[in-house]
């Protein structure tokens, strides 16, 4: 059992996930925080148990209690779910804990990873690729070659991105997406589940479809 307790951020599904990959990696126990008090006393997987909601207080005061490291586990479904992400990763750091990435042991991993990545059952990362830290390459997911995702990105269940594609920060790609080898998908970017992206994608927008389009919002 690896030396340390483990702060995970979050209680639902995808925190499920990824105490299973912690678990794997030889963390046997830790805590939990999560902003809903309902989930007080509510079992968790491996014997994990709810120490708090997630705040400063808190994790100064699990900081002291002997709890070294941290990772965020909050999926997203947009955008706006990576921001959310990557103010708590930003919050744990500022409270004095070390960010810990997660690797499913079935994943394939070749390329370089930042600090708190998860990487999901099934996932693979070829040569060449570099995954900014506070990401999730979620199960089944392939990121290429030479492929570039950035800081507190979401790359979602079955999602592919082809050789050389290039992600800002806080993206989510959807479950199912795949996007051409080269483009460029612009910070704070949603791709909708499924879509197929042959062009290039600006900064901020939503995009779904195939061939991906920009979905207009109403005014």
């Known amino acids: ?3 340390g307790a483990v702060m995970v951020l979050g209680a639902g599904g995808h925190a499920r996930v990824v105490v299973m990959a912690l678990a794997a ?12 008090a309902l989930k007080r006393g509510v079992p968790f997987v491996g014997g994990w148990r709810y120490a708090g909601q997630i705040t400063q207080a808190v994790m100064r ?22 921001a959310r992400r990557d103010e708590r990763y930003m919050l744990a750091l500022a409270s004095g804990l070390v960010p810990l990435s997660a690797i499913s042991p079935n994943s394939w991993v070749e390329g370089h990873l930042g600090d708190g990545v998860f990487i999901g059952p099934g996932a693979i990362v070829m040569p060449g690729a570099v995954i900014g830290g506070n990401s999730i390459i979620n199960t089944g997911a392939i990121v290429e070659h030479d492929c570039k995702v950035g800081w507190s990105c979401h790359i979602a269940t079955g999602a592919i991105l082809c050789g050389g594609v290039k992600v800002g920060k806080q993206v989510h790609v959807g479950a199912g997406a795949v996007v051409k080898q080269g483009v460029k998908i612009g910070d704070h970017a949603t791709v909708g589940m499924g879509a197929v992206v042959l062009e290039d994608v600006p900064e901020g927008v939503t995009v779904v479809g195939n061939p991906a389009r920009v979905l207009e919002r109403a005014s």
């Open 61 to 82: 005061e699990q900081a002291l209690a002997g709890v070294r490291h941290f990772i965020v586990g909050f999926g997203s479904v947009d955008a706006d779910g990576c």
């Open 1 to 3: 059992m690896k030396n």
């Open 25 to 36: 990696m030889g963390f046997g126990s830790g805590i939990f925080l999560d902003d809903d």
